[in-house]
């Protein structure tokens, strides 16, 4: 859990991993229309996301920013992860937020307008 959520909240500059809270927002209900939320999915469902865009069977626009971060991940961060953002209550406010205007930390083109 302490893993997960260090990866969540601080991400690993070692393997060029941003926090999820960089792109998801502060509390992690998405930002923007395109940028979504990560709390409140089955921990199932958030492993076989990140799995499928590490084995290239999930895309999005170039450069396809969560595949980065999926392939950059050990198999053991990305349980740790998973498991300590399922292991979160939802926040009371569970819509996105609309997106910040500071830049991401990794060119996403899925945000591009």
Known sequence: ???????????????DIPACTECHGNVLTGQGDYIPGLLGLPADYVK???????????????????ASVARRLPVADIEAVVGWLSAQPLPT???????????????CGSVKP
């Not at 997106?99 to 990794?106: D, E, G, S, W």
């Open 93 to 107: 406010h569970t819509k996105a937020v609309p997106m910040i205007a500071k830049k991401l930390p990794m060119d």
């Open 48 to 66: 076989k996301q990140l799995g499928s865009w590490r084995t290239h069977q999930r895309r999005a626009t170039a450069p396809d920013c969560m």
């Open 1 to 15: 859990m302490a893993r997960g959520e260090v990866l969540a909240k601080k991400g690993d500059k070692r393997l």
